[in-house]
């Protein structure tokens, strides 16, 4: 955060912070990393989005530098739409939001015997979520970005999607809660399908404070005539900070997919 008004060029600070917690994941096989510009409401939305992607590309650009590869990262830019109600500057709004994730490499197979095939689609899935934000205004009004990773153990592969959405919270005032990584939840699915099939329109559905949360998600995008069991899926998160009451309307957004053998 705190990127100069008008500026899209990362400071020392953001250098010296994606040089010690970012790069050294990121030049490490089988890692993936999320980069999201964001910027202040002042300022036309045309400008505020182009203004958003140039500091998450020069973001990205910086990491190119220190020897990232560029395939393991990837960009999204949302202009003033996350900056919350104070229509001025704010530091916190003028920023690249960062998520890095590890995945873990698919053993070699054994020479002999052959292994069967690994079949392409499956009933059985594991959820978890590896951190959220959520922001609300004055009247009702709530931001949500949400990060997931949806697992098939039989198939070895994993997909990271974003949850996105403005929607009806309820906090104390202007609220704000940021929840961390949380526990894998089971669940299933009435047909087959693999972990690529879950993105499209979803419901997120929230009231947590401190480590005490019940949340739900209702993944609307499926394939005709597949549905979770249960549906809609009632989930463990990780510690919240803060507290939060919303239920939104959003799309669960589709980022990296790659093999994946556990935590």
Same mark, same amino acid.
């Given at each position: 955060?705190?990127?100069?008004?008008?500026?899209?060029?990362?400071?020392?600070?953001?250098?010296?912070?994606?040089?010690?917690?970012?790069?050294?994941?990121?030049?490490?096989?089988?890692?993936?990393?999320?980069?999201?510009?964001?910027?202040?409401?002042?300022?036309?939305?045309?400008?505020?989005?182009?203004?958003?992607?140039?500091?998450?590309?020069?973001?990205?650009?910086?990491?190119? !530098?220190?020897?990232?590869?560029? *395939?393991?990262?990837?960009?999204?830019?949302? &202009?003033? %739409? =996350?900056?919350? /109600?104070?229509? +001025?500057?704010?530091?916190?709004?003028?920023?690249?939001?960062?998520?890095?994730?590890?995945?873990?490499?698919?053993?070699?197979?054994?020479?002999?015997?052959?292994?069967?095939?690994?079949?392409?689609?499956?009933?059985?899935?594991?959820?978890?979520?590896?951190?959220?934000?959520?922001?609300?205004?004055?009247?009702?009004?709530?931001?949500?970005?949400?990060?997931?990773?949806?697992?098939?153990?039989?198939?070895?592969?994993? !997909?990271?999607?974003?949850?996105? *959405?403005?929607?009806?919270?309820?906090?104390? &005032?202007? %609220? =704000?809660?940021? /929840?961390?990584? +949380?526990?894998?939840?089971?669940?299933?699915?009435?047909?087959?399908?693999?972990?690529?099939?879950?993105?499209?329109?979803?419901?997120?559905?929230?009231?947590?404070?401190?480590?005490?949360?019940?949340?739900?998600?209702?993944?609307?995008?499926?394939?005709?005539?597949?549905?979770?069991?249960?549906?809609?899926?009632?989930?463990?998160?990780?510690?919240?900070?803060?507290?939060?009451?919303?239920?939104?309307?959003?799309?669960?957004?589709?980022?990296?997919?790659?093999?994946?053998?556990?935590?």
């Amino acid at each position: 955060m705190n990127f100069d008004i008008d500026g899209d060029a990362p400071k020392a600070e953001h250098k010296i912070f994606l040089d010690a917690q970012v790069v050294p994941i990121l030049t490490q096989a089988d890692s993936i990393c999320f980069l999201r510009g964001e910027a202040s409401h002042t300022g036309s939305d045309a400008h505020n989005l182009e203004l958003s992607k140039r500091r998450a590309n020069n973001v990205l650009a910086y990491l190119i !530098s220190r020897g990232v590869p560029a *395939s393991r990262v990837k960009v999204q830019f949302t &202009g003033e %739409s =996350l900056a919350g /109600t104070f229509l +001025g500057e704010s530091s916190e709004a003028r920023g690249v939001s960062v998520l890095v994730a590890r995945t873990a490499p698919v053993p070699a197979p054994t020479p002999a015997p052959q292994p069967a095939p690994t079949p392409k689609t499956t009933t059985k899935f594991k959820l978890r979520m590896l951190g959220g934000l959520a922001a609300g205004g004055l009247k009702a009004f709530q931001i949500e970005a949400i990060f997931f990773q949806i697992w098939a153990p039989s198939l070895s592969i994993t !997909s990271f999607y974003e949850y996105f *959405s403005g929607g009806v919270g309820k906090g104390r &005032g202007a %609220s =704000l809660s940021v /929840t961390m990584k +949380g526990p894998f939840n089971d669940f299933s699915t009435t047909s087959a399908i693999t972990t690529t099939d879950f993105g499209g329109p979803a419901r997120f559905t929230s009231t947590s404070a401190g480590p005490f949360s019940v949340n739900f998600l209702n993944m609307m995008g499926l394939p005709s005539g597949v549905a979770t069991i249960p549906n809609p899926l009632k989930i463990d998160t990780g510690f919240t900070v803060g507290i939060s009451m919303s239920s939104s309307a959003g799309g669960m957004i589709l980022g990296f997919t790659g093999p994946f053998v556990g935590p």
